[in-house]
């Protein structure tokens, strides 16, 4: 069964640092992968996706990740964080041959200071 | 255009009752999902529906259940409830696609459930 991991449960940044959120996944063949953020009271806003082709894909908000297939990765990166990044952020892995399922890490609480 | 919207906000019950939440798909989609968000927890899927049938389900007892009426909106049905039920439920459409493809999926604000 596929799973996906998030390492971090919390993220602490200052506010124009990088960030990378770590996210690792199972799976036993190249998955569809995605990253979403979420709000206090809000639903799940999606990011950016990778179905297959570039390995680096860009998504909203000035978001990127890459998916590295030896390591089992897909890791989200932004050059410099704004004050309304922080949010909790999640990895889900798609099924290939599935009707959508998503399965969803236990997330990262990103925090941003001054 | 309305996103995806749910109702009630929040609710909450006592062990043993049961409960409806209701969902509201983004116009023009036509396949429901519903996902438990537990504190702290990543969202877990419960079911799909798609043609008013559920064609997909994740690993949760028979007391959830669903529905999807004809004009693509859908309810979850809670028997039982149990403290651990206790939750953010999530609902999400979709435009269905052939299987192995992977249409966006929007998400409501997901209701939030409380079992005392």
């Known amino acids: 069964a596929q799973s996906v991991t998030q390492p971090d449960i919390h993220i602490t940044v200052s506010e124009g640092a990088s960030l990378e959120l770590r996210c690792n996944y199972s799976?036993?063949?190249?998955?569809?992968l995605f990253w979403y953020v979420q709000s206090p009271g809000q639903g799940l806003q999606l990011l950016l996706k990778?179905?297959?082709?570039?390995?680096l894909v860009q998504g909203i908000k000035g978001f990127e990740a890459e998916f590295k297939r030896s390591q089992s990765s897909f890791n989200l990166r932004k050059p410099s964080v704004h004050w309304s990044d922080a949010a909790e952020y999640f990895c889900?892995?798609?099924?290939?041959?599935?009707?959508?399922?998503?399965?969803f890490g236990t997330g990262t609480r990103l925090l941003v200071s001054p | 255009d309305a996103g995806v919207t749910q109702s009630p906000t929040h609710l909450i019950k006592t062990r043993g009752q049961q409960v409806t939440l209701r969902c509201s798909p983004k116009?023009?989609?036509?396949?429901v999902s519903w996902y438990q968000q537990a504190l702290g927890q990543g969202p877990q899927f419960i079911f799909q529906?798609?043609?008013?049938?559920?064609?997909q389900r994740g690993n949760f007892p028979d007391r959830f259940s669903g529905h999807q009426f004809p004009n693509y909106s859908s309810e979850l049905n809670v028997n039982a409830l149990l403290l651990g039920d206790s939750a953010l439920y999530l609902c999400?459409?979709?435009?269905?696609?052939?299987?192995?493809?992977?249409?966006?999926?929007?998400f409501g604000p997901g209701t939030r459930l409380t079992v005392l």
């Open positions: 999400a459409s979709t435009l269905n696609g052939l299987a192995g493809s992977h249409n966006e999926q929007f």
């Open positions: 799976y036993g063949a190249t998955p569809y």
């Open positions: 990778y179905f297959s082709g570039d390995t």
């Open positions: 889900a892995v798609g099924e290939v041959t599935g009707f959508q399922k998503l399965v």
């Open positions: 116009s023009g989609h036509d396949t």
């Open positions: 529906y798609y043609e008013e049938e559920e064609r």
